[in-house]
T-cell receptor
């Protein structure tokens, strides 16, 4: 089944403790992206990747890192999480930004992160 | 940058039509999208419309685009309880999709 898999689904952590949210897709998509969803704000892009070893900042990149060593994986790293990073996070992928026009993004099921 | 606005909540009776509205500021987007998010799930592409179209119909869904007023709407005919979800309007801005805040549709008997 074609899908984007995120892990974990739920995570509670303490301020300052490094964590990684994994994202993997099995569709050979070139383009991958991370979004955070907050009430009343919709989804905001954190980072995106056009292909392996090509990443760039989105609208809200502060406090996050990403890497794209393989086409299928795009982990989101929080080096020192803070309470304002408490949010619902989504990973998405598509057939390049052109393909996304026709097929949209395929989203993972989300990771609900709480930082206390 | 692009700004996309939606009303946050809509309540309809089962069997009625629902109309979810969206306004945007930048008219350069080639495609405009509607995504659906069910509880505990990711977003699912519902439909999209090309910017040179005024209307697109897909079964119970009708998308209307008014480029002059920068207004996009999604009409769901014969709304069912299974349509209860959050609906997001989205526009492409080069390397990303820009989403509205989402409209929560509640369907009651």
């Amino acid at each position: 089944e074609a899908q984007v898999t995120q892990n974990p689904r739920y995570l509670i952590t303490v301020t300052g403790k490094k964590l990684t949210v994994t994202c993997s897709q099995n569709m050979n998509h070139e383009y991958m992206s991370w979004y955070r969803q907050d009430p009343g704000l919709g989804l905001r892009q954190i980072y995106y990747s056009m292909n392996v070893e090509v990443t760039d900042k989105g609208d809200v990149p502060e406090g996050y890192k990403v890497s794209r060593k393989e086409k299928r994986n795009f982990p989101l790293i929080l080096e020192s999480p803070s309470p304002n990073q408490t949010s619902l996070y989504f990973c998405a992928s598509s057939w390049g930004i052109i393909g996304a026009q026709f097929y949209g993004y395929t989203f993972g099921s989300g990771t609900r992160l709480t930082v206390v | 940058g692009e700004d996309v606005e939606q009303s946050l909540f809509l309540s309809v009776r089962e069997g009625d039509s629902s109309v979810i509205n969206c306004t945007y500021t930048d008219s350069s987007s080639t495609y405009l999208y509607w995504y659906k998010q069910e509880p505990g799930a990711g977003l699912q592409l519902l439909t999209y419309i090309f910017s040179n179209m005024d209307m697109k119909q897909d079964q119970r869904l009708t998308v209307l685009l008014n480029k002059k007023d920068k207004h996009l709407s999604l009409r769901i005919a014969d709304t069912q309880t299974g349509d209860s979800a959050i609906y997001f309007c989205a526009l492409r801005d080069y390397n990303k999709l820009i989403f509205g805040a989402g409209t929560r549709l509640a369907v009651h008997p």
